[in-house]
Nanobody, 127 residues
């Protein structure tokens, strides 16, 4: 049973940094039925927003325009973990961050049929 656990959130001041982690269990990256993992966030609005994604088969990465230049996604295959390093955080980055399987191109991120979302990790950017 595939499970993803997010961690690393917290409260920071504007301009601060955080690194989020997403650890996969129930599968390794080599045997995962999905080709990419993505980070999504749910802010004050009703919609969940795709933030970034990374292929687990090649070097494809995507960053949403709202975070491009401030965020770096990476993966550690040995640890079955995907990271999201976030710098120059702004109040608009506040929300619950989730990781999940995704469709990932260098120009877009898409949702899969995966429906076992985790609890997410809260990021709060406030002075």
């Amino acid at each position: 049973h595939l499970r993803l656990v997010e961690s690393g959130g917290g409260k920071v001041q504007p301009g601060g940094s955080l690194t989020l982690s997403c650890t996969v269990s129930g599968s390794t990256f080599d045997t995962l039925d999905y080709y990419a993992l993505g980070w999504f966030r749910h802010g004050p609005g009703p919609e969940r927003e795709g933030v970034s994604c990374i292929s687990i088969r090649d070097s494809t990465r995507y960053y949403a325009p709202s975070v491009k230049g401030r965020v770096t996604i990476s993966r550690d295959d040995a640890k079955n973990t995907v990271y999201l390093q976030m710098n120059s955080l702004q109040p608009a980055d506040t929300g619950v961050y989730y990781c999940a399987p995704a469709y990932c191109w260098d120009y877009a991120l898409g949702y899969t049929d995966f429906d076992s979302w985790g609890q997410g990790t809260q990021v709060t950017v406030s002075s």
